[in-house]
């Protein structure tokens, strides 16, 4: 998990092609210090657009998948100098994508069903894009 330290800002390059027009900064948990410099072109997740995978999973992410597809790019570096794999980015990614959606339960006085199920989606929601990127992300690995 960790937390993003600013907010993305991106313009249209085309259709599907964005680009960053100030650096992007992730705290993650795993790895410290993620900075996606100004300039960097993204699609953001590729979620095929399959019935169903694409109603639950499409245009969800895209602060997450900015960080992923920048940690998919060579050098493969977190922008600080750090080295990253294939399967550290994952979890990075995985990690992201449950800290945006997740309720801080300690801000509740009382712990309902609905904050529970709530948490557990977003658990879920993340180990299934993260299933999704171990599986297929091979492609877009270079």
């Known amino acids: 998990m ?42 953001f997740a590729s979620v095929p657009r399959l019935p169903f995978i694409y109603w ?18 060579k050098p493969h570096q977190t922008g600080t100098g750090l080295f990253v794999t294939r399967v550290i980015a994952d979890k990075i990614f995985r990690g992201a994508r449950y800290s945006c959606d997740r309720i801080d339960l300690d801000q509740y006085e009382k712990v309902t069903p609905i904050n529970l199920l709530k948490n557990s989606w977003a658990y879920i929601g993340a180990w299934c894009m993260w299933v999704g990127v171990r599986c297929f992300g091979w492609r877009h690995w270079n």
Request: no cysteine; proline share 3%.
């Open 2 to 43: 960790g937390k993003f330290l600013n907010k993305l800002r991106i313009e249209r390059v085309d259709h599907s092609l964005y680009e960053l027009t100030e650096p992007f900064v992730y705290l993650s948990d795993t790895v410290g210090i993620i900075i996606v410099p100004k300039g960097f072109k993204t699609d």
């Open 56 to 73: 639950f999973f499409g245009g969800l992410g895209d602060e997450e998948a900015v960080i992923h597809d920048y940690l998919y790019t």
